[in-house]
């Protein structure tokens, strides 16, 4: 789902077909930027790019005429949606539904054409030029497609990366890996991508989480076979909205304390943030069995601890660990409580104590 990052921008992923009527959907990361009045592209995330990294294509808003569905256009890309710029057009894919209604609304929304006033107005001509001359660099290319210009990496593959390394084909976002397609599947609670900081380097990178009944594994890609590390639920404290967002400047990060270490994970939006929250707590209730709470648990384990000793001022040997109930006084003997016979020794023991 779109989301509205710290700087005020509309963030989300999309699937886009970089080269037209190719039908091949690569999986992008999508900034919205109003204040700017563009749209860019990336590989990922940029706050998981190594700094300085670029982005992989860039669109002016003012060069949109229109943001309509095209599921009917293209049947076989699910959730398509289609930017009119120009004589170019634009297909991209959305993760479900909603994503697509709302990423629909956001552009049309934010390329409303609105008159400027006479004394704020620029010719179309120096509002071109400098645009054309403030993004012209030498790791893109500008095509003009039907009189709109279009910046385009010129790069087609990376050092050391193959196209399908760097174009990160679409998958779903909770598509399991290819060995897990069949017999685990019905017994994974949720999976797909999440980033991870790293415990000794403190670096991030995406990994392939998959929760399950008994617990969280995560995988360097949903190709790999053996996961990285298997960690049991019942090792999980508490999963929660990171509080140290602030200072580590990331958006979606929660956070998951476990009995070894605190991981913290960013989602690729809010609702994927929640998504896992309220997933992975789930799981560890239902773990623990219906009814039995954190604090039920520790009330439980509390009590089936051996007994303290306590301490007590008048006791003689060893002392048991169980508390009993010190014996009740003697009662005093009363006349009307005596029995007979002790009540004549009474009786006799006073008149010899008068006299």
């Known amino acids: 789902m ?21 039908g091949r959907f690569l999986r992008r990361y999508f900034i919205l930027d109003t204040k700017q009045g563009n749209l860019l592209w990336f590989m990922d995330n940029p706050q998981n790019l190594p700094k300085g990294a670029e982005k992989v294509g860039s669109l002016k808003l003012t060069y949109i005429s229109k943001v309509s569905d095209a599921t009917k256009l293209r049947p076989k890309a699910e959730f398509c949606f ?47 030029q400098d645009v054309l ?10 095509e003009i497609i039907g ?45 797909g991508y ?6 000794l380097m403190k670096n991030w990178k995406r990994r392939y989480f998959m929760l399950e009944e008994n617990a969280l594994s ?22 929660q909205e990171c509080k ?4 580590m400047m990331r958006d979606n990060l929660f ?16 609702e994927d943030m929640h998504s896992w929250i309220k997933a992975i707590s789930g799981a560890i209730v239902a773990q623990r069995g219906p009814g039995r709470s954190a604090n039920t648990i520790r009330q439980a384990r509390r009590l089936s601890s051996p007994c303290i000793p306590r301490y007590t001022p008048f006791c003689s040997g060893e002392c048991s660990t169980y508390v009993t109930q010190s014996p009740s006084p003697m009662p005093l003997l009363t006349p009307a409580t005596s029995p007979p016979a002790v009540t004549r020794s009474l009786q006799e023991f006073s008149a010899s104590v008068s006299h």
Request: with cysteine; hydrophobic share 30%; aromatic share 8%.
């Open 218 to 239: 995560y995988y360097k890609s949903d190709m790999e076979r053996e996961a990285l590390r298997v960690i049991p639920l019942k090792e999980i404290h508490k999963v």
């Open 133 to 142: 001359g403030a993004m012209k660099q030498v790791s893109y290319k500008t």
């Open 255 to 270: 956070e998951m304390v476990t009995s070894s270490r605190t991981f913290y994970m960013q989602a690729d939006s809010p």
């Open 82 to 128: 289609v930017i009119n710029a120009g004589m170019r057009k634009f297909y991209l894919q959305a993760n479900d539904q909603q994503d697509l209604v709302e990423w629909i609304s956001v552009l049309n929304n934010a390329t409303k054409i609105t008159v400027p006033k006479p004394d704020e107005g620029q010719t179309t001509a120096e509002t071109t």
């Open 2 to 22: 779109p989301y509205v990052d710290r700087q005020n921008r509309i963030c989300g992923f999309l699937d886009i077909e970089e080269n037209e009527s190719s």
């Open 244 to 247: 140290q967002s602030d200072l």
């Open 147 to 191: 009189g709109v210009p279009i910046i385009t990496a010129t790069q087609e593959q990376g050092e050391g990366q193959t196209e399908g390394e760097r174009g990160g084909l679409k998958k779903g976002q909770n598509q399991l890996p290819y060995f897990l397609s069949r017999g685990v599947q019905d017994q994974a609670i949720k999976a």
């Open 194 to 199: 999440c980033v991870k900081q790293g415990a």
